[in-house]
């Protein structure tokens, strides 16, 4: 696990002067965090490449950056590849000699004997990486299929700058920081800020499955290396390690089998470490679910989780309940108010993109909490409820698709939204009356953006009226749901159904944008690796073939990995309905955080950016404080953008 940046001219092929080889330290000190034990740099005619590492395989060698076997190819990564030793068996069958024992190695070593969508093909596992061959002066990026791990790009001037953080390529100085009006509004409307785009201008994020091209002319050309298909057909099917069920046997049981097996062999091919491993473990279905099958096949297992004390907010005990069961060494601790400011302070010092999603804040605790601890991988359960239909907004899309189109319904829902909106509101976490408000909103709208809307903060509309009139006129035609409706629209090509191109739309987009950023840089900013069993990408695409009922069944989501693993976990984790790892924010924001509210965007603040109408960020503060609604989201992604665009990484910072 590490981090990587660097920079490309190819139409200038001088070697590095002074002043790049000094951005070039200043880029890889800026990703620090993510690579502490050590660091290691390459250039040559016109490509500068730098990595951080965190040494987890291998720990004595594998230094970055690795050299292919002719000497020509030069490699920085970042993740890991877990079936490293099966792709080096073939590359050692076919004459290639190792000098270490980790997975960077073989990514020079496979290119020189496949070519990269060979290579690519080939890997199981989360990276990012960058790979210069000298012999044809081209440089190759490459993501993973799901984008677990992060790769920025940009270009300015000829010069291609690239690297894990946003932050890594603000030190050179071709990269310029201007906020991007479309990128904006879709933050606004999403809480992130959705690949392939960048808040700033001239920079976007490499796509999940794709890797970019840039020839020695400096043009480029970015490539998909990776579909998933939805498909009940057999014959395709490339792991023959994990069996499908024999045709025509699509029954519950055999399912529920098959998914097991594949869920186990995603844990056993993520265990591979030498240093302590442990799992992060919520109490619902999915981190119970791992942890589960990992106490089966780690001795002594290391459990961690953090208790809220809002007890609406609170699932402590779930999470010892499982830990009991299964047997795991279990750490908890209680994030409060009081713990805000230190999670809020960090949480500035590294996200150089504005994010929204206020569980970052929790989870930068508890990862903190675990390599406190003394472990430095965890396993996680990320991607269930995409993979297998868990959150209700599924089952509300069902209800809205029914609905849509019935005479006189638009209108009743109309009245029924503005009925609701007169009611006091609560602020716990996910009541009945926010419930009704959030589906009342989004219900008219196409499948897209009904997801967009139900989990996102503002509306389209009220984007519209917070966004300054010049700042509106500059947003693009497709903000903010350009990307959105191409990703549902993509899945439906790929043979999915209703309910499969919502699932894809969240893997591809909340899942890739939002949680898995918010992992990543949480745990990253703590020298800590995650990692993800439910995205191992045979379990994915056989997720793609199981049948859509055996996800969604009734009312029930994930019904058929609940069936599956409910022997392994103790009574009631399988039936209790999803919480989400939430915190308290509309509470919070009317008590021991008011003062930080008004001082941040009240005032004229927000207005002064250039970019907010201060009336309308007034209309949105008075009302949430006055409790006449509940405005946590819009405020908390509204407070986010605030603190990144005064900080060190927005536009008038340093860092």
């Given at each position: 696990?590490c981090?990587?940046t660097?920079?490309?001219?190819?139409?200038?092929?001088a070697?590095?002067t002074?002043?790049?080889?000094a951005?070039?330290?200043?880029?890889?000190a800026?990703i620090?965090?993510?690579?502490?034990?050590e660091d290691?740099f390459?250039?040559?005619?016109g490509?500068?490449l730098a990595?951080?590492?965190?040494s987890?395989?291998?720990?004595?060698?594998?230094h970055?950056?690795?050299?292919?076997?002719?000497?020509?190819?030069?490699?920085?990564?970042?993740g890991?590849i877990?079936?490293?030793?099966?792709v080096?068996?073939?590359l050692?069958?076919?004459?290639?000699?190792?000098t270490?024992d980790?997975?960077?190695?073989?990514?020079p070593?496979?290119?020189e004997?496949?070519?990269m969508e060979?290579?690519?093909?080939?890997l199981?596992?989360?990276f990012?990486?960058?790979?210069?061959?000298g012999?044809?002066?081209?440089l190759?990026?490459?993501?993973?299929?799901?984008?677990i791990?992060?790769?920025y790009?940009g270009?300015?001037g000829?010069?291609?700058?690239f690297?894990?953080e946003l932050?890594s390529?603000?030190p050179?100085?071709?990269?310029?920081?201007?906020?991007?009006?479309?990128?904006l509004?879709?933050?606004?409307?999403?809480?992130y800020?959705?690949?392939?785009?960048?808040i700033?201008r001239?920079?976007h994020?490499?796509?999940?499955?794709?890797y970019?091209?840039?020839?020695p002319?400096?043009s480029?050309?970015?490539?998909r290396?990776?579909t998933?298909?939805?498909t009940?057909?057999?014959?395709d099917?490339?792991?023959?390690?994990?069996?499908?069920p024999k045709?025509?046997?699509?029954?519950?049981t055999?399912?529920?089998h098959?998914l097991?097996?594949?869920?186990?062999?995603?844990?056993?091919?993520r265990?591979v470490?030498?240093?302590?491993?442990?799992?992060l473990?919520s109490?619902?279905?999915?981190?119970?679910?791992i942890?589960?099958?990992m106490?089966?096949l780690v001795?002594?297992?290391?459990?961690?989780s953090?208790?809220?004390?809002e007890?609406?907010?609170?699932?402590?005990s779930?999470?010892q309940?499982?830990a009991?069961?299964?047997g795991?060494r279990?750490?908890s601790r209680?994030?409060?108010?009081a713990?805000?400011?230190?999670a809020?302070?960090a949480?500035?010092?590294?996200?150089?993109?504005p994010?929204?999603?206020?569980s970052?804040?929790?989870?930068?605790?508890?990862?903190?909490?675990?390599k406190e601890?003394?472990?430095?991988v965890?396993?996680?359960?990320?991607?269930?409820?995409?993979?297998?239909?868990?959150?209700p907004?599924?089952?509300a899309?069902?209800?809205?698709?029914?609905v849509q189109?019935v005479?006189?319904?638009?209108?009743?829902?109309r009245?029924g939204?503005?009925l609701?909106?007169r009611?006091?509101?609560?602020y716990?976490?996910?009541?009945?009356d926010?419930?009704a408000?959030?589906f009342?909103?989004?219900?008219s709208?196409?499948?897209a953006?009904?997801?967009?809307?139900?989990l996102?903060a503002?509306l389209?509309?009220?984007?519209a009226?917070v966004?300054?009139?010049?700042?509106l006129a500059?947003?693009?035609?497709?903000a903010?749901?350009?990307e959105?409706e191409a990703?549902?629209a993509?899945?439906?090509?790929?043979g999915?159904?209703?309910l499969?191109?919502?699932?894809?739309?969240d893997?591809?987009?909340?899942?890739?944008?939002?949680?898995?950023?918010?992992?990543?840089?949480?745990?990253m900013?703590?020298s800590?690796?995650?990692r993800?069993?439910?995205?191992?990408?045979?379990?994915?695409?056989?997720?793609?073939r199981?049948?859509?009922?055996?996800?969604?069944n009734?009312?029930?989501?994930?019904?058929?990995?609940k069936r599956?693993?409910r022997?392994?976990?103790?009574s009631?984790v399988?039936?209790?309905s999803?919480?989400?790892f939430?915190m308290p924010?509309?509470?919070w924001l009317?008590?021991?955080w008011?003062?930080?509210?008004?001082?941040?965007?009240?005032?004229g603040r927000?207005?002064a950016?250039g970019?907010?109408v201060?009336?309308?960020?007034?209309?949105?503060v008075?009302e949430h404080?006055?409790?006449?609604r509940d405005?946590?989201?819009?405020?908390?992604?509204?407070?986010?953008?605030l603190?990144?665009h005064?900080?060190?990484f927005?536009p008038?910072?340093?860092?």
């Open positions: 696990m981090g990587l660097g920079f490309f001219r190819p139409r200038e092929r070697p590095l002074h002043d790049e080889r951005a070039l330290r200043a880029m890889n800026a620090t965090h993510r690579g502490p034990d290691g390459f250039d040559g005619p490509i500068g990595a951080r590492r965190l987890i395989i291998d720990v004595a060698a594998s970055q950056p690795q050299v292919g076997p002719s000497g020509r190819t030069v490699c920085v990564f970042n890991e877990y079936n490293f030793r099966a080096r068996d073939e050692i069958g076919l004459g290639h000699t190792f270490t980790g997975d960077t190695e073989v990514l070593h496979g290119y004997a496949w070519g060979g290579l690519l093909g080939r199981n596992g989360m990012a990486f960058a790979l210069y061959d012999r044809s002066h081209e190759f990026l490459a993501r993973d299929r799901f984008g791990k992060p790769l790009v270009e300015f000829g010069t291609w700058v690297g894990s932050k390529l603000l050179h100085p071709a990269v310029r920081r201007e906020v991007d009006a479309g990128s509004a879709r933050y606004l409307v999403l809480e800020v959705p690949s392939p785009r960048s700033y001239g920079i994020k490499l796509e999940p499955a794709h970019l091209r840039v020839g002319d400096g480029s050309s970015s490539h290396w990776w998933l298909r939805y009940r057909d057999r014959d099917w490339h792991h023959p390690e994990i069996p499908l045709r025509g046997d699509d029954t519950y055999d399912w529920s098959r097991l097996f594949a869920l186990r062999e995603a844990v056993r091919a265990l470490s030498e240093v302590p491993i442990g799992a473990l109490g619902g279905v999915d981190s119970s679910a942890s589960a099958l106490s089966e001795p002594d297992l290391r459990t961690f953090i208790a809220f004390d007890q609406s907010f609170d699932e402590s779930w999470s309940s499982v009991r069961h299964i795991s279990h750490t209680v994030f409060g108010a713990d805000f400011t230190d809020l302070n949480v500035r010092g590294f996200l150089d993109e994010f929204g999603d206020a970052i804040l929790p989870t930068w605790f508890l990862s903190r909490m675990v601890e003394g472990v430095t965890v396993l996680t359960g990320d991607g269930a409820d995409e993979l297998f239909a868990g959150y907004t599924y089952l899309q069902s209800m809205a698709q029914r189109g005479r006189g319904v638009g209108r009743l829902m009245g939204a503005r609701l909106d009611l006091p509101s609560s716990e976490n996910v009541t009945p926010y419930m408000r959030r009342l909103a989004g219900a709208l196409s499948p953006r009904r997801q967009a809307s139900w996102g503002f389209e509309p009220e984007m009226r966004l300054h009139p010049d700042v500059a947003v693009d035609e497709a903010p749901f350009g959105l990703h549902h993509y899945a439906g090509e790929q999915g159904d209703f499969e191109r919502l699932t894809w739309l893997l591809r987009t909340y899942m890739g944008d939002d949680i898995l950023v918010k992992v990543d840089r949480a745990s900013a703590n800590l690796e995650a993800t069993p439910f995205l191992d990408h045979r379990l994915v695409e056989l997720s793609a199981i049948p859509p009922y055996l996800k969604l009734g009312r029930q989501g994930k019904y058929i990995l599956a693993i022997p392994r976990l103790p009631g399988v039936e209790r999803k919480k989400g939430g924010v509309a509470r009317h008590g021991p008011r003062d930080l509210l008004l001082d941040t965007l009240s005032g927000a207005g950016t970019l907010f201060q009336a309308e960020v007034d209309r949105l008075d404080l006055s409790g006449r405005r946590r989201k819009p405020l908390w992604t509204l407070l986010m953008f603190w990144w005064e900080g060190a927005g008038g910072g340093r860092g």
